[in-house]
């Protein structure tokens, strides 16, 4: 045992740990990033086909192995056709840097409550609704199909476009920046083909949204009079007040005290260096 630990550490250098923990890294975070997304169910069913010619070769199943091997030489082509929407919201959040990064303000705070409150009263009186908050992904071709804005976040304002007698309540108002950008834009409508079939043009333009881009949205519906919480495909319904504020808060990781990474860190090396002067 002791000659193979020691065989086994004689072996192993440590540019090669480094590779291994880099490998890790890589499909740790391509797992994250399909999480949740059809591009896993696709991935699950590339592994079965996987699995499918190892076997056919294993129980020498000749047609059937022909055919997958046919199938493999095509792979990267077919998963860019499949896979081109996940790979392009994949790129974009490789593009962000998460150390650098700061948190959110109390003005964002402030503008979470104002969503809130507008949601809350469009979906008591039964006025139709979608607000998109951008994040990482930008909302640049999407904010030029409405009407610009670049106004204050405010409850009023947003309810005032939503109203039916409103020139621009067709579309949604997009949020970027800790303003409104633009009110009456055009939204791509999902892609699912799983879409439930009672779901309006509101709804799959919500979830449409969601697919290609990182954003958030406040979907309001009038049939309803409910309020939801759009991400990712996904619809959290039938919110109140305060649990909008609360799953908004969440969803955009306003929690978190305001400061970049490198600042926190010299925080906590400072606080070390304090403690270690009071044990001496």
């Known amino acids: 045992m002791k000659d193979l630990l020691v065989n086994l550490q004689s072996s192993v250098r440590l540019i090669d740990l480094l590779d291994v923990a880099i490998v890790a890294f890589i499909v740790y975070r391509v797992l994250l990033l399909i999480k949740g997304t059809r591009a896993m169910q696709m991935l699950t069913g590339l592994g079965i086909m996987a699995i499918g010619f190892f076997l056919s070769s294993a129980l020498e199943l000749f047609t059937t192995h022909w055919l997958l091997s046919h199938f493999f030489d095509y792979l990267v082509l077919i998963v860019i056709v499949l896979f081109q929407d996940d790979l392009r919201r994949a790129l974009t959040n490789v593009g962000k840097n998460p150390f650098f990064s700061s948190s959110a303000s109390e003005a964002e705070r402030a503008n979470v409550e104002e969503i809130a409150r507008a949601a809350n009263r469009l979906a008591r009186e039964r006025v139709g609704g979608l607000i998109v908050l951008e994040r990482e992904t930008g909302l640049k071709n999407f904010i030029e199909t409405g009407s610009k804005l670049d106004a204050q976040v405010k409850a009023e304002l947003i309810y005032s476009i939503f109203v039916p007698t409103s020139p621009i309540h067709d579309g949604a108002v997009i949020v970027t920046g800790g303003r409104i950008a633009a009110a009456g834009c055009f939204l791509p409508l999902s892609k699912d083909p799983n879409i ?42 039938n ?33 070390v260096r304090e403690r270690r002067k009071d044990r001496s």
């Open 239 to 271: 919110l109140n007040e305060s649990e909008m504020v609360q799953s908004l808060s969440a969803l955009l990781d306003l929690s978190r005290p305001n400061e970049s990474l490198p600042r926190r860190m010299r925080g906590w090396l400072t606080s």
């Open 196 to 237: 439930d079939k009672r779901y309006g043009t509101r709804h799959r333009a919500a979830l449409g949204i969601t697919e290609d881009s990182d954003a958030i949205v406040v979907l309001i519906s009038e049939e309803a009079g409910e309020a939801h919480l759009v991400k990712n495909g996904k619809i959290i319904t």
